[in-house]
């Protein structure tokens, strides 16, 4: 079973940047798709970006050119860069670690076994 913790989030003005962490046990990332994934007051939750099957990111167009996904196996870490937030950006963020990831007209959802970190809230004011 995967074990997810996240960091990083906080509170910034519109315009500004956030990155955010998420530590995996072990070979999490040789065995799942990585991913980030939002959730804002009475929204569903949405995919943010991830890491492919075949190692490609996939960003939701939302983000896509503000947000930067990336990976480090030997510290068994997942990064999310945030640059140019917008107040929209508003949620709680979790990291995920899924079987497949199953792209929709919408983004992306985990298909499969698939498990989520605790979230860490990320609040821009305009």
């Known amino acids: 079973q995967a074990q997810l913790v996240e960091s990083g989030g906080g509170s910034v003005q519109a315009g500004g940047s956030l990155r955010l962490s998420c530590g995996t046990s072990?070979?999490?990332?040789?065995?799942?798709?990585m991913g980030w994934f939002r959730q804002a007051p009475g929204k569903m939750r949405e995919g943010v970006a991830a890491i492919d099957s075949d190692g490609s990111p996939t960003y939701a167009a939302s983000v896509k050119g503000r947000f930067s996904i990336s990976q480090d196996n030997a510290k068994n870490m997942i990064y999310l860069q945030m640059d140019n937030l917008r107040p929209e950006d508003t949620a709680m963020y979790y990291c995920a670690a899924t079987q497949r990831l199953l792209h929709t007209s919408e983004g992306f959802v985990p298909d499969g076994t698939h498990y989520w970190g605790q979230g860490t809230q990320v609040t821009v004011s305009s």
């Open positions: 072990e070979n999490t990332e040789k065995n799942y798709c």
